[in-house]
């Protein structure tokens, strides 16, 4: 097992360079783990998109503690100051769950970063670009408008979303807790997405964590998040999040050809084993495998057009870790 070990962490520093981290493990138990020069399990690291699914995380959580009480609840009910834009017909129908499968219309065509996140109320300027004309039910992946979901976990938990995450779901975990990171211009932007080791979340300037991307995390970290959906939401005998909202999340809720989406979890194409994933920028990502009972946790920096994990996962890890049973 030691040669299967070591050929695939020659594959990975050949032909995917940026992999800072990764470990795989099989029944709880660690199968894998490379790490790149200077880097380790506890070594930070943003994880872009991945953010998506941890905050779909949340999301279980405030519905098993009845913060939220299902996702059919309409946006609007969470922001009850809110004024509509006159002629706005669409925003006062859309549910959790719409923005949730990515399936809410936006009043954009290309993703409206400067404005988000040059302005000071990220969720009231991803609200403002909510709705408009088109139909709700028609899968459109977005990033910065997605900021509405954590103005919806902050108002209805009462707190910030890094403070409800440190201590509903990180705490139980043995994870560290997170502090909010703020980046004041597009120079700390850029700095912070192409490799940024600082523990936090960023949030907005009224101290909102951002729900698209933004989580600086450790692979360590993410390997006992997946796990905790492998294990259906138990943790030492606690229940984190149900079962039922983990078996939702990670089932179809939207389309687009032949991307399958959940509630900000991907499933994988074309497996019959029901895995899934949370895909970020740059080749950050976490799989499941429920069948197999196997995770994997890739925490990588960021370059553009990195070589796709996906791959990665379905033709070399997990028919390794399966073969090692």
């Known amino acids: 097992m030691h040669d299967i070990n070591e050929s695939i962490k020659q594959l990975i520093s050949t032909q995917y360079p940026n992999i800072k981290g990764l470990i795989a493990t099989r029944h709880g ?34 519905l098993e503690q009845g913060h939220i009480k299902n996702v059919e609840q309409r946006v609007l009910d969470f922001f009850p100051d809110y004024s509509l834009k006159r002629g706005e017909k669409t925003l006062p129908h859309l549910r959790l769950k719409d923005l949730l499968s990515m399936t809410a219309p936006y009043k954009f065509r290309s993703e409206p970063y400067t404005r988000v996140y040059s302005s000071y109320d990220w969720t009231l300027a991803s609200l403002d670009l909510l709705g408009g004309k088109g139909e709700i039910g028609l899968f459109k992946y977005t990033t910065p408008a997605l900021h509405v979901l954590s103005g919806v976990l902050s108002n209805a938990t ?127 990502a976490l799989f499941v495998s429920p069948n197999d009972g196997v995770v994997v ?10 070589k796709n994990r996906v791959t990665l996962f379905t033709e070399h890890l997990l028919p390794m870790l399966v073969s090692k049973s």
């Open 158 to 284: 009462g707190q910030k979303v890094a403070d409800y995450a440190n201590h509903q779901l990180f705490a139980p975990l043995g994870i560290d807790p997170v502090k909010n990171i703020t980046l004041s211009d597009r120079q700390q932007h850029l700095e912070f997405t192409r490799g940024t080791t600082e523990r936090g979340w960023v949030a907005d300037p009224c101290g909102v964590n951002a729900a698209g991307w933004g989580l600086v995390l450790s692979t360590l970290d993410l390997i006992k998040l997946a796990n905790l959906y492998l294990a259906n939401g138990l943790w030492d005998g606690q229940r984190l999040l149900s079962s039922s909202w983990i078996q939702q999340s990670t089932s179809e809720q939207s389309r687009s050809g032949e991307r399958r989406y959940g509630y900000l979890w991907w499933l994988m194409p074309h497996m019959s084993n029901n895995c899934y994933c949370a895909l970020g920028d740059g080749g950050n």
């Open 29 to 62: 138990e660690v199968a894998l783990e490379y790490f790149a020069s200077g880097f380790s399990n506890q070594t930070s690291i943003h994880i872009s998109s991945v953010t998506k699914s941890i905050i779909s995380m949340l999301f279980g959580v405030a």
């Open 297 to 306: 946790a890739i925490t990588s920096h960021f370059m553009p057009r990195p």
